[in-house]
């Protein structure tokens, strides 16, 4: 059973710009979080997606977007990007049903300039 | 808010020896608790996780203890391998799905 699927896995990005992130969750799960991850922040949640729509919002501005497709796949997107947005941004997919183990992908790293 | 905090952040032991990590969370109605373990360049893999209604599971060399009342839970390893140096995570949510609220991670070394 493949994994959880992220692309691109590196990307430089100057301020000002936007970038966006894929996820294709594993075969069957309708639930994708979205989580970044820095040194001084450590994990943190962003959103979650199930069955296309939002369930979850963290504390981030609304620069910061996602979406979910019919298929689960999903996306993230971050506009007007700042120096501080450099980070690994982690996926996770699950089945979506109550609280269960959620399975990361390796993530995007992304740096902006 | 929602807190979880995790200590220490970097644990060094000898091969063979036990690892402790511990956490503690702030809201009250947090009901799962997994650990992670993130290698260098890999996402967190789930490694143990446990649930309000069970005070400790066991898992091979690997067992989570948690405490309700004192909003404390624990990660213990023993016999310890240099395979298990990697960053571990502890993190608690309250049956929101995906949204997990993690500890600033252990960094553990295993000395040969």
């Known amino acids: 059973k493949a994994g959880v699927t992220q692309t691109p896995r590196y990307l430089i990005k100057t301020r000002g710009q936007q970038v966006t992130l894929s996820c294709s969750p594993i075969?069957?799960?309708?639930?994708v979080s979205w989580y970044q991850q820095t040194p001084g922040q450590g994990l943190q949640f962003l959103f979650e997606?199930?069955?296309?729509?939002?369930?979850n919002k963290g504390n981030f501005p609304g620069r910061f977007s996602g979406r979910q497709f019919s298929n689960s796949r999903s996306e993230m997107n971050v506009s007007t990007l700042e120096l501080g947005d450099s980070a690994l941004y982690l996926c996770?997919?699950?089945?979506?049903?109550?609280?269960?183990?959620?399975?990361f992908g390796e993530g995007s790293r992304l740096t902006v300039l | 808010g929602e807190n979880v905090e995790q200590h220490p952040s970097t644990l060094s032991v000898q091969e063979g020896d036990s690892a402790v990590i511990k956490c503690t969370y702030s809201?009250?109605?947090?009901?799962?608790f997994p650990w992670y373990k993130q290698e260098l360049g890999k996402g967190p893999q789930l490694i143990i996780d446990i649930r309000s209604n069970v005070g400790e599971k066991k898992d091979q060399r690997i067992a989570v203890t948690l405490n309700k009342t004192a909003k404390h839970f624990s990660l213990h390893i023993t016999e310890t391998q240099p395979e298990d140096s990697a960053v571990y995570f502890c993190?608690?949510?309250?049956?929101?799905?995906?949204?997990?609220?993690f500890g600033q991670g252990t960094e553990l070394s295993v000395k040969p």
């Open positions: 075969s069957g799960h309708r639930s």
């Open positions: 993190a608690a949510t309250t049956n929101q799905g995906g949204k997990l609220i």
């Open positions: 996770a997919s699950s089945l979506g049903t109550g609280t269960g183990e959620l399975f």
């Open positions: 997606y199930f069955s296309e729509t939002q369930r």
């Open positions: 809201d009250s109605a947090s009901n799962y």
